[in-house]
Nanobody, 127 residues
Framework: VQLQASGGGLVQAGDSLRLSCVVS????????MGWFRQAPGKEREFIGW????????SYADSVKGRFDISRDNAKNTMYLQMNSLKPEDTAVYYC?????????????????????WGQGTLVTVSS
């Protein structure tokens, strides 16, 4: 399974950006996918999760209300819509697949819960 993340770039504070993550094939019938990010000098952190089958989502407090995760089954693509971007959102964003199917926080947040990862796409937000 391969994941290809794209859509990153340089934007100004307050702008919006949409990231995409194309998955080469489905990994099952009920699983979760996640978005993580890693800012310079910091550890990778969980941003949000989506159940691929139901579309149910869950978000980290730091992005709740500003970011939205969706998926297109026909295109095997997951999206991360980012609104009201802040300089502190600057990071490399990673998508992950074959993760926990249920919105259990400890599982969603754990990188080891996901079996496949994309290469990351850089988002830079200027002030």
């Amino acid at each position: 399974v391969q994941l290809q993340a794209s859509g990153g770039g340089l934007v100004q504070a307050g702008d919006s950006l949409r990231l995409s993550c194309v998955v080469s094939r489905r990994t099952g019938t009920n699983y979760g996918m996640g978005w993580f990010r890693q800012a310079p000098g910091k550890e990778r952190e969980f941003i949000g999760w989506i159940n691929w089958t139901t579309g149910s989502t869950s978000y980290a407090d730091s992005v709740k209300g500003r970011f939205d995760i969706s998926r297109d089954n026909a295109k095997n693509t997951m999206y991360l819509q980012m609104n009201s971007l802040k300089p502190e959102d600057t990071a490399v964003y990673y998508c992950a697949a074959d993760g926990p199917p249920f919105a259990i926080l400890s599982a969603m947040r754990s990188e080891s819960s996901y079996n496949y990862w994309g290469q990351g796409t850089l988002v830079t937000v200027s002030s």
